[in-house]
């Protein structure tokens, strides 16, 4: 019923801030549940983090402080901001949507539109 098309990838060196966006067609965002997720090279796909109805939910270690989920005001986009880039946040982003789901989930089966994905490569 929506379909998600996020920004382009790029490489970038340690130290950067990245915005990647998750642009919906077919439906508002408004009433899904939401979340990125990403894959490391070489590793299985994981949530980075979840946004629920009213705010984000709790942030790993690895980004707290660094990255924040938000909604743009029209509720047709999603976003991920993303400060200091470290080498270890290199990998395949893919945001996701689902419009009934357990809040703040970050189980990848309980999503059921994605994102193409947007490869992140941050440089030593």
């Known amino acids: 019923h929506v379909k998600l098309v996020e920004s382009c990838g790029v490489s970038v060196p340690a130290g950067v801030s990245l915005r990647l966006s998750c642009a919906a067609s077919?439906?508002?965002?408004?009433?899904?549940?939401l979340a990125w997720f990403r894959q490391a090279p070489g590793k299985e796909r994981a949530g980075v983090v979840a946004?629920?109805?009213?705010?984000?939910?709790t942030y790993p270690d690895s980004v707290a402080g660094r990255f924040t989920i938000y909604k743009d005001y029209s509720k047709t986009t999603l976003y991920l901001q993303m400060n200091t880039l470290k080498p270890d946040d290199t990998g395949m982003y893919y945001c996701?949507?689902?419009?009934?789901?357990?809040?703040?989930?970050?189980?990848?089966?309980?999503?059921?539109?994605w994102g193409q994905g947007t490869q992140v490569t941050v440089s030593a």
């Open positions: 996701a949507a689902a419009l009934s789901s357990p809040d703040c989930s970050l189980n990848e089966v309980d999503y059921t539109h």
């Open positions: 946004l629920d109805r009213v705010r984000s939910c």
């Open positions: 077919g439906d508002t965002i408004s009433r899904f549940h």
